[in-house]
């Protein structure tokens, strides 16, 4: 086998390994001959010719009279013309043999019945002649045009009723591993759910691919050597989904070096490095790895180029946009990093903000609006960097994002979901950074609205001494939000006897924590000062969570025994739950939000009734003021 295993290839050097390799041994999709009502979108593999001239018959082109144009030659105003041999006719009817051109109605007198003209016509004025779009014989289209309605549209218009198109491919999708298991609502611990080959599936869709799935392949060698072999036989391409890595149970690129050859094993991009790519007969195959974000990676950037490769199709057009990120990003020397990015319009500047960068966090993905690219041999990139940002969503959308940065709330989630449905093209992104966060991202221009529960241990306040401190001479307002029901969270029946902040060091508590920043962690701090404790007393105490959910998703699953969180939070898992404070959670907003039609549609949700009645039934809330503009200056 001519490859070696686990290289580290740039990827513009793999992939147009890759696409040579297609070019000189695989084959191109064949041809089939579809009905004009069913080629939308598909490509021709043929030229077509018009089988009629369209129009194929001098045709009206307006409602009036058709006639001789020599009968109506010298009349004027003072001198009108009477008709005596004309037909009526209607926009699109035929126009008599003995006719050649058609007056409007609107320019003719009708005198009792007696029609005349006050000014000549001119001939074939008004008719559509034969062949007027397109002539008989004529190419309507050349090969490899995409069709689209208005083409099918002139199609038919010529008489042409059939069209040559290139095939569809059809992509093999083979899921292996023993871990992983059909969807279903109740996996057991240990059971992965097999979602993979459903987002390629829609991905290949979208393609204008036919996928098809085989079924869940175990880790032995034989079998997934047997289905590679299948799938090459009945598709037009093959996708082995895992097993593509250097474990002991990762037969990917052995099962296709058996069945045919590897050309590359190992690409520089993160993630998605242990991608596979060769062939088996004359079918592409690629390794896919299987965690789904690298999967999305290796899909878009090796396997999009040698499916429109194989169907004649052009590269995927990026549309890439100028933004300005918002933190620091670290990145390996060895890889060129692919990183998800939530993109929002904020003081005239496009502000792209990093998302989780785990392989395995495909909801980054699916919550991504755009995706930046680190190269290889750069170590990273500084917050206020200029960079380019593939748009994975509509400008149009994007800049009509409001863009929420700061403590973590359901809140949030439910507003995005009120203006879903109520404001049709505006949206809400919102990113969990703490309270803190929050602070920075408003001062540094990186965010519209930040949510913020920050206590002031010195006079027991929320918010506004923060405000004060950080921004002195104004710029920003501050809207009141609700109160929020903190306490510890619990397992169920509390088998730990947790009453309190005392009982958190006690023998066996394991604790799971805030991030720094966050006005939840302050608030735990506050609490052990009071106390006279210490942090590093605290097992657990440096296990950090970005939201309230995913606290209370650990005590759920039993990795915590507790964690300080929001009494919402809690009843979402059937936790038990012991109240500490109603604290103040209250939305920071930048001054040129405020003035804009996107603050409109935000501070009305927040005042609504049906807002307060959502957030009353997760529980956990009350509401003074809510939606009330608050002074926090002396």
């Known amino acids: 086998m001519n490859y070696t295993y686990l290289t580290n290839i740039p990827l513009d050097e793999a992939r147009e390994s890759f696409l040579k390799m297609i070019a000189e041994k695989c084959e191109f999709l064949g041809e089939e001959l579809v009905p004009i009502a069913e080629a939308t979108g598909r490509l021709l593999s043929r030229p077509v010719y018009a089988a009629i001239s369209a129009p194929h018959f001098h045709a009206s082109a307006m409602d009036g009279v058709a006639m001789l144009a020599r009968d109506g030659f010298g009349a004027t105003e003072t001198t009108p013309v009477t008709l005596k041999n004309y037909t009526v006719v209607d926009t699109g009817d035929p126009v008599p043999a003995d006719c050649d051109c058609v007056v409007m109605v609107e320019d003719i007198i009708d005198d009792d019945g007696v029609l005349k003209i006050a000014q000549p016509p001119v001939p074939w004025q008004h008719v559509r002649q034969i062949g007027e779009d397109i002539c008989a014989g004529e ?108 474990g002991r149970e990762d037969f990917a690129s052995t099962a296709i070096g058996s069945a045919g050859e590897v050309l590359i094993h190992g690409i520089a991009i993160r993630p998605g490095k242990p991608a596979i790519l060769g062939r088996v007969g004359t079918t592409p195959v690629v390794g896919v790895p299987g965690y789904p974000v690298s999967g999305v990676i290796v899909l878009e950037e090796l396997v999009r180029p040698a499916l429109n490769a194989i169907a004649h199709l052009p590269a995927k057009n990026k549309v890439m946009v100028p933004a300005v990120l918002s933190r620091k990003v670290n ?51 500084n917050a206020g960097s200029e960079i380019m940002v593939e748009a994975l969503r509509p400008m149009n959308q994007i800049l009509n994002t409001i863009a929420a940065i700061g403590s973590h709330d359901p809140l949030f989630d439910e507003v995005s979901n009120f203006i879903n449905r109520r404001y049709p093209g505006l ?41 004060r401190t950080h921004f002195p001479n104004g710029g920003v307002k501050l809207m009141r939000g609700v109160g929020r029901l903190q306490g510890f969270m619990v397992q169920k029946g509390n088998p730990m006897g947790i009453k309190g ?124 003021d809510t939606g009330k503009m608050v002074e926090y200056r002396d």
């Open 139 to 246: 190419m309507a289209f050349p090969s490899y045009t995409m069709m689209s309605p208005s083409a099918l549209g002139v199609l038919i218009s010529c008489g042409v009723t059939k069209v040559w198109v290139v095939k569809k491919a059809k992509v093999g999708i083979i899921p292996t591993g023993d871990e992983i298991v059909a969807p279903k609502a109740d996996p057991a611990p240990g059971e992965i759910l097999e979602f993979n080959s459903t987002i390629f599936s829609g991905m290949v869709r979208e393609w204008g691919a036919e996928p098809v799935v085989y079924p869940i392949i175990p880790d032995k060698l034989d079998l997934i050597t047997e289905t590679v072999v299948k799938a090459a036989e009945e598709c037009d391409f093959v996708l082995l989904n895992a097993g593509s890595s250097a």
């Open 331 to 381: 990145s390996p020397l060895k890889y060129e990093e692919f990183i998800r990015v939530s993109l929002a319009s904020v003081k005239g500047k496009l502000i792209a903000t990093p998302l989780s960068k785990g392989a395995s966090v495909i909801s980054s993905f699916a919550k991504a609006d755009g995706l930046m690219v680190i190269d290889q041999n750069t170590e990273g990139l």
């Open 427 to 467: 949206y809400l992104s919102s990113t969990h950074v703490g309270s803190m966060g929050g602070i920075n991202a408003i001062k540094r221009g990186e965010a519209h609205v930040a949510g913020i529960h920050l206590l002031d241990e010195a006079d027991g306040q929320y918010n506004l001494s923060y405000l």
């Open 501 to 624: 902040v005392e009982d958190l060091t006690r023998e066996g508590m394991r604790y799971v924590n805030r991030q720094k920043g966050a006005g939840t962690r302050i608030l735990l701090d506050y609490l052990l000062k009071q106390k006279g404790m210490k942090a590093e007393d605290i097992y657990g105490y440096e296990r950090e969570e970005f939201t309230h959910l995913s606290v209370a998703a650990q005590i759920a699953s039993g990795s915590a025994d507790a964690g300080l969180g929001i009494y919402s939070a809690a009843s979402s898992y059937g936790l038990d739950f012991i109240p500490v404070c109603v604290e103040q959670y209250d939305i920071l907003m930048d001054e040129e939000f405020v003035a804009s039609p996107l603050f409109d549609a935000f501070a009305s949700i927040i005042r609504s009734k049906e807002f307060e009645d959502r957030l009353t039934e997760l529980g956990g809330y009350t509401f003074t």
